[in-house]
């Protein structure tokens, strides 16, 4: 079993930044794919960035041009850096490594990010 752990989330003003890390209990290698998902009460959760194994990265379209996925592969530690926040971006980020042909998914315990005044 893997664990993930997450931190950096916290209450910012519009236009601020914040970093998000989740950190893995073994090498993120072993993983196929790496992203970040965020949900508001009384709806799905979405996906916001993700990595391959590869380094290829995805964004949301709502985020594109703000928010940054890395990886530091000798902390086993993938980042979300988020610049210019907006308040429709408060809502619990989580974590979620894959590997398909392992059937693994994880998830982070969410950590909360609140923008607002």
């Known amino acids: 079993q893997v664990q993930l752990v997450e931190s950096g989330g916290g209450l910012v003003q519009p236009g601020g930044s914040l970093r998000l890390s989740c950190t893995a209990s073994?090498?993120?290698?072993?993983?196929?794919?790496m992203g970040w998902y965020r949900q508001v009460p009384g709806k799905q959760r979405e996906l916001v960035a993700s990595?391959?194994?590869?380094?290829?990265?995805n964004y949301a379209d709502s985020v594109k041009g703000r928010f940054t996925i890395s990886r530091d592969t000798t902390k086993n530690t993938v980042y979300l850096q988020m610049n210019s926040l907006k308040p429709e971006d408060t809502a619990v980020y989580y974590c979620?490594?894959?590997?398909?042909?392992?059937?693994?998914?994880?998830w982070g315990q969410g950590t909360q990010v609140t923008v607002s005044s």
């Open positions: 073994r090498s993120i290698f072993s993983f196929d794919v």
């Open positions: 990595m391959s194994n590869s380094g290829s990265e």
């Open positions: 979620n490594f894959q590997a398909p042909g392992r059937r693994e998914d994880y």
